[in-house]
């Protein structure tokens, strides 16, 4: 009896280290495997700034420059991998865009730091005549090096409503940013103070069946922006 009692114990104690071994050798394996966090991994977001630069635009050029400075290094010191790229249209030095003659869009950057992106805002001019928004929203989908993973959203800086669009129509515009999953945010006339609400609203918001609806993106009010550009940065963090 006593012979078969410790056997049994014997018996127990070999499950019970095997149970110990198979468990040591799980946190093993649990521990072996290289931990990821976020900081090691920042989102990549692409964002495109179209400015415009028609004449109208000479006594906000100089606080929208300030501000997407602003904007763009607030997000290159957060938890993101951002690139900037930035289209002007409007300005008679605007070329290169989808159109022939001054006020098309045009390039300015590709995608770069902060600190490219300041550069670039440094040499915007506010002393064209149209403001071919689509148009530019078109050009910068073609003409951007976009990274593949990356999230992509369009902000547009106007004081008036989309005219002299040469080659693409609202419709357009929104079928580009859709298919791209891209948010448009549109700094822009909304409550009036330039005479181009009505316009705008039905362009680039905040009405329904517009760019900024269509693409769950949202407007602003320029004047607002040019003293606090603090919701615009908010909604960028969001997306």
Do not use: K
Not at 83 to 100: K, Q, Y
Not at 128 to 134: A, K, S, T, Y
């Amino acid at each position: 009896m006593l012979f078969g009692a410790l056997s049994r114990r014997v018996r127990a104690i070999g499950h019970l280290s095997r149970w110990v071994i198979a468990i040591g050798l799980f946190a093993l394996m649990l521990f072996a495997v290289p931990q990821v966090s976020a900081a090691q991994t920042p989102q990549e977001a692409d964002i495109v700034f179209i400015v415009d630069e028609s004449g109208s635009m000479q006594d906000e050029i100089n606080a929208v420059r300030a501000n997407v400075n602003n904007i763009a290094t607030q997000l290159e010191a957060a938890n993101l991998d951002p690139r900037f790229a930035l289209v002007e249209f409007g300005g008679r030095n605007a070329s290169g865009g989808t159109g022939v003659g001054p006020g098309n869009p045009g390039l300015t950057t590709n995608l770069t730091d902060a600190a490219g992106l300041s550069a670039a805002l440094g040499g915007l001019v506010a002393n064209g005549g149209i403001e071919p928004g689509f148009d530019a929203v078109s050009l910068a989908r073609q003409q951007i090096s976009f990274r593949p993973d990356a999230g992509v959203c369009y902000v547009l800086v106007s004081d008036e409503d989309s005219n002299g669009d040469i080659s693409t129509t609202q419709q357009d515009a929104i079928n580009i940013l859709v298919a791209q999953g891209a948010p448009f945010f549109g700094i822009v006339d909304i409550d009036n103070s330039q005479g181009f609400a009505a316009q705008t609203a039905d362009q680039y918001g905040p009405n329904a069946g517009i760019l900024a609806a269509e693409t769950g993106g949202e407007v602003f009010e320029i004047d607002g922006f040019d003293t606090n550009p603090q919701p615009v940065l908010d909604s960028l963090f969001e997306e």
